[in-house]
């Protein structure tokens, strides 16, 4: 079956229809054409395609397209603004902490989350805070710099 | 590729119940489907209707108070126990169960009432809220009805739930005065990973409570209250009778988390080291 959702996704409105079965992901990728976010496993294990949904960080494999009406979506591509990187993608490239990249859009997206609700974590709070999101060419040592280099950025004491 | 469906995103419980017996073929609730849909997508288990409870008000209840302890409403969150002060204050062991369950971002979605009625051997939040003391307040078309957890768990994946009858949330009692309690999980890796062992203890020197529960070792959680073990005998022989009562009322198997053997052994090493941390040594 379809109906009719509508939800902002960076910013922006939308109002569609999609089929009942569609996914969150899916519907990002497909019909708004924002392929940012990534399908690794498929099955909420490895975080690539993790998204800020009304500010918590969710994996939008595990989300139906049903699910997100009514809701804000922020994916990779809202965070930047006209020709500009963000404070945190800024902060992957200086660390060295993208290789092949897949894993990176949900790397972002669980970091951006964790500094909102906590400006300064700590080693513990980051690797709790990215442990749903797995990558396979960093060794991960990196990310945890770069996620830490972004909050002090941010202010956040080191 | 989900196969087709009918999605239903009904206000109310008594909305949900209609829609529970008005459906036709076989018909999930999906809270947090952090479970259904990954198995939809499988093609594991393919509904022909999904009810979505999100918009039930009443199901997002996170209440305590000294007489009635806590209810814990059927669309409460793993991270919202996280990130709760009274939560924190109260009932520490279920935050330290909600941290060993899955990552961040399945815990913003996954809620406590899912896991209880998917009824996994392993699930997580089990030990944790037997131990505690809890009861599942169900709803019907017969009525409402309170289930104690422990008899909540029927076997493997399934639970006591009638037809038409859904979880509206649990009651959890009120703390035990001076208590201390904690779980112990082995998983295959430190990360987010399915419990291969899940122990919960909870003991009181002040109230003379001892309490234990296990996931992942049987069918179903195995929940021993010990208490009558450590008023009569003294420690060393309570203790000596806790670890054989253990190892006599779990029945773990062999599987890809850990072999049978194994399992036998760590959940008698947890139930120690639980012991002497929440008990401590000597008699009381």
């Known amino acids: ?158 | 590729m989900i196969r087709d469906l009918a999605y239903h995103k009904p206000d109310t419980i008594k909305e949900t119940i209609e829609l529970l017996g008005s459906c036709e073929g076989k018909t999930s609730l999906l809270a947090g489907g952090t479970d259904l849909v990954v198995n939809m997508r499988k093609d594991a288990y393919h509904p022909d209707n999904v009810i979505d409870v999100k918009g039930i008000e009443e199901l997002k209840r996170l209440e305590y108070s000294e007489d009635e302890g806590l209810y814990l409403g059927g669309l409460v969150t793993c991270n919202q126990l996280i990130f709760s002060e009274m939560i924190n204050e109260k009932y520490p062991v279920l935050v330290e169960a909600c941290k060993k369950h899955s990552s961040h971002q399945i815990r913003n979605r996954a809620t406590v009432v899912g896991n209880i009625c998917g009824a996994s051997p392993g699930a997580d939040l089990a030990p944790a809220l037997l131990v505690l003391g809890t009861e599942v307040d169900v709803v019907g078309p017969n009525g409402e009805r309170l289930i104690p957890l422990v008899d909540f768990f029927t076997g493997v994946k399934r639970n006591a739930l009638e037809e038409g009858e859904i979880v509206r949330g649990l009651k959890v009692a009120s703390p035990i005065k001076g208590y201390k309690a904690n779980y112990s999980k082995k998983a295959r890796i430190k990360g987010p990973d399915l419990s291969a062992v899940g122990v919960a203890g909870l003991a009181s020197r002040e109230e003379g409570v001892v309490r234990f529960a296990f996931g992942a070792v049987a069918p179903t959680p195995v929940y021993l209250d010990v208490s009558d073990l450590f008023a009569e005998k003294d420690y060393k022989a309570a203790k000596e009778e806790l670890m054989e009562k253990v190892d006599a009322s779990i029945s773990p198997i062999t599987d890809v988390r850990s072999t049978e053997k194994y399992r036998r052994r760590i959940a008698g090493v947890y139930t120690r080291r639980l012991l002497e941390e929440l008990w401590g040594e000597g008699d009381k």
């Not at chain 1, 513990?124 to 442990?131: K, S, T, W």
């Not at chain 1, 990196?142 to 996620?147: F, K, L, N, R, S």
């Open chain 1, 1 to 158: 079956m379809k109906r009719t959702i509508s939800l902002t996704v960076n910013n922006r409105p939308y109002t569609f229809e999609v089929d009942d079965r569609k996914t969150l992901l899916e519907v990002l990728r497909k019909r708004l054409s924002l392929t940012g976010t990534k399908e690794g496993c498929g099955e909420g294990e490895c975080g690539a395609c993790t998204v800020i949904m009304d500010g918590q960080a969710v994996t939008s494999c595990l989300i139906l397209a049903v699910e997100a009406d009514g809701t804000d979506i922020e994916t990779i591509e809202g965070q930047s603004i006209d020709e500009d990187i963000s404070d945190v993608q800024q902060a992957f490239i200086d660390e060295g902490a993208v290789q092949c990249g897949f894993c990176t859009p949900g790397m972002v997206m669980s970091t951006e989350a964790l500094l909102r609700r906590n400006p300064n974590p700590s080693d513990e709070d980051i690797r709790v805070a990215l442990a749903g999101n797995l990558c396979r060419c960093t060794g991960y040592y990196t990310i945890i710099d770069a996620v830490k280099n972004a909050a002090n950025k941010r202010g956040g004491k080191k």
